[in-house]
């Protein structure tokens, strides 16, 4: 960051041996003969100091800094005059227009050390403001990252609940529907199995879903099942838990399901 020294004096002189106090120092220096052009230049150029004379024609240094203040608040102010009004200096410190007051004769060392200082004092200031014009932006895109993901979480809340829906009427219209209906995963496990399912098929009133289906259904069938063509819908009978004949229609699921796996229908065979 340049940083920039602002001298505002009356004085010619002063102005010349301050700019040669500063000459070896890693500063630039604008200078200005009145607190006016001062006011000129801050409304042009980003000063980190100002270093200005109280005493001055047309306004004195404590009014020109308090409006210089209103230009630039961020700016570190210093009055360095030979006047001292104590009352003056002490309310304008208070006031926050002035940082520093020193003196006219100035001890060379104090002064660079305290304009050194002032530009660290006006480099944290500058750093902080950043840093949360930083943090509000963040906060800004965090914001906006937030509504999305509301979105999609609302999206999906949504789809989820319309497939629990769905779910929930598919699963009415198998108990409804008077065939009984069993729907086998590609592990052989049951994981549909309607009221006339359990009706036709279940001994002693056991729960047919979870079981898989070798000890369910008849080694036979079970065979025959795994030996069918996959590619067509077929049919096979076997004994019902009352003695009657079903007949078991076979369909595999084919693309685009998106899961394996087989659905079986059983109806009372006539024969």
Known sequence: ????????????????????????????????????????????????????DHMMPEM???????????????????????????????????????????????????????????????????????LSTDLREKNETLGVYTKMLEGV??????????????LQISQDILEQLNIAIVGVDEAGTIVIANRYAHRYLSVGGKVLLGKNIKSTFPIEFCEALLQRDSSAHNTLVINGVSGENLKVSVIKLQ?????????????????
């Not at 693309?255 to 024969?271: E, H, M």
């Open 60 to 130: 004195t240094g404590v009014e020109f800094l308090s409006q210089a203040r209103k230009i630039q608040p961020d700016t570190i102010r210093i009055v360095l005059s030979g006047y001292t009004d104590l009352k003056t200096i002490v309310d304008s410190i208070n006031k926050g227009a002035i940082w520093r007051f020193l003196t006219k004769p100035w001890d060379d060392e104090l002064l660079k050390n305290t304009i050194q200082e002032a530009f660290e004092n006006y480099q944290l200031k500058d750093t902080n403001k950043q």
């Open 153 to 166: 979480i609302e999206e999906k809340t949504y789809s989820l609940e319309f497939n629990l829906k769905a």
């Open 255 to 271: 693309p685009p399901a998106l899961v394996k796996g087989t659905i079986l229908t059983f109806s009372v065979s006539p024969g």
């Open 1 to 52: 960051m340049t940083k920039t020294l602002l001298i505002v004096d009356d004085e010619k002189n002063i102005i010349s041996a301050l700019k040669r106090l500063f000459r070896r120092e890693d500063v630039e220096i604008l200078t200005a003969d009145s607190g006016v052009r001062g006011l000129e230049i801050l409304n042009n150029t980003k000063i980190g100091v100002i270093l200005s």
